[in-house]
């Protein structure tokens, strides 16, 4: 793959692409806001707003693939690409951190004062008199009605055990690109989205078998909305990484990468580890504790 000079910088054309994304956004969010209102229309709106957005995904991303493969990216583009993945992923950081102090808001803040704890006495009396402050709960008058919760060595255990090896995949993966072994560097990222996808499908099953079984549903109290919450985001940024991480396979088999230009795939693999160490938090203070 040719590199461009240290001392040029590419200045990118101007385009259209983010505005395409925006309306194809716009769609899916005002298909949805159809569809919680009860219109039929609502998911057909959704779909065409995710179509248009995964099209322009594919347009932008494969320009910006070609601009890379022909060589126009300098070192400092590519110190640009780093900069640019690193506060995208603190942003995620930040995503989630916010659904964790939901979390932790309802179950050491919020559920003990409705329960009378410290000056939720008079609360507790007067609107929810013999609310226990116990958790997991579907808050005060049983909303949604009885359920069980999932228990942390089923499914979950098991997925925690396919994202912890998932993580050490993508690792030998990075090995081998670094030692320009290109069979091996798109076997093991072959067995990276395997295990990846994986992970989504027992996931879903595990929502089924919790919806369906448990009674475990989004009108299940503060319980089952930040259960669904924190997991359906996780399954979803998964779902994203282990289409990221396919992209990098096939790219990887075409010989796009080399020992000392990949920085695609090392954005992938941050990605990656970013989404394992999110679930190493659901495990332990959804599943777990």
Do not use: C
Not at 37 to 53: E, K, Q
Not at 113 to 142: C, I, Q, R
Not at 164 to 177: D, P
Request: proline share 3%.
């Amino acid at each position: 793959m040719s590199h461009a000079s240290h001392d040029h910088y590419y200045v990118p054309h101007g385009t259209n692409w983010p505005i395409i994304g925006t309306i194809g956004l716009t769609t899916l969010f005002v298909g949805f806001s159809i569809y919680l209102n009860g219109s039929g229309i609502g998911p057909w709106i959704m779909l065409a707003g995710v179509a248009i957005f995964l099209y322009m995904l594919y347009r932008w991303f494969g320009e910006v693939i070609d601009e890379s493969l022909s060589g126009k990216y300098s070192d400092q583009v590519d110190t640009s690409f780093r900069m640019g993945m690193g506060w995208f992923i603190f942003s995620e950081v930040m995503f989630f951190a916010a659904f964790f102090g939901a979390l932790f808001y309802a179950r050491v803040l919020s559920i003990p004062w409705l329960g009378g704890e410290g000056d939720g006495v008079m609360t507790n009396a007067v609107l929810w008199s013999g609310f226990e402050a116990a958790w997991p709960t579907n808050g005060p008058g049983e909303v949604g009605g009885a359920f069980n919760i999932v228990g942390a060595w089923g499914i979950p255990a098991i997925n925690t055990l396919i994202l912890l090896t998932s993580g050490v995949t993508v690792t030998f993966a990075h090995w081998a690109l670094k030692q320009n072994n290109q069979s091996k560097t798109t076997l093991w990222l072959a067995a990276t989205v395997a295990l990846g996808f994986l992970f989504v499908g027992l996931q879903a099953y595990e929502y089924q078998h919790a919806w369906v079984d448990l009674n475990l549903t989004l009108g299940s109290g503060i319980y089952g909305s930040t259960f669904y919450m924190l997991t359906g985001f996780h399954g979803l940024h998964v779902t994203i990484g282990a289409i990221m991480l396919l992209v990098m396979m096939f790219r990887s088999a075409k010989g796009h990468f080399s020992p000392h230009n990949h920085f695609a795939f090392e954005a992938a693999a941050w990605y990656w580890h970013f989404v394992d160490v999110v679930w190493l938090g659901l495990f332990i203070f959804v599943y777990w504790l």
